[in-house]
């Protein structure tokens, strides 16, 4: 079984900042991609930030220049930092990764259960 747990998250007021970590735990080979999608009330689910076992990095246009994402491979852990955090990134926030698991037999995607980031003063 792989599990993704997520923490970080919370109540910050405009121009803050926040960080939010996701583990990755249990019967894992190896990692591929990983990174952050988040959804607000009414919206679809979107993808924030991503980055490759390489080191890649992808961004949504409305976060570049604010947020970091970045990993540690040797702890199977993605990071997201958030800066000049805006009303607009109140979101839940989840965690994704691609997982060879020998357990499973095979690459798979999990997702985290979700951190709540609210934005507001």
Known sequence: QVQLVESGGGLVQPGGSLRLSCAASGSIFS??????YRQAPGKQ???VAAITSGGSTNYA???KGRFTISRDNAKNTVYLEMNSLEPEDTAVYFCHATIYSLLVG???DYWGQGTQVTVSS
């Open 61 to 63: 246009d409305s976060v």
């Open 106 to 108: 095979g690459r798979r």
């Open 31 to 36: 990692i591929n991609a990983m990174g952050w």
């Open 45 to 47: 689910r979107e993808l």
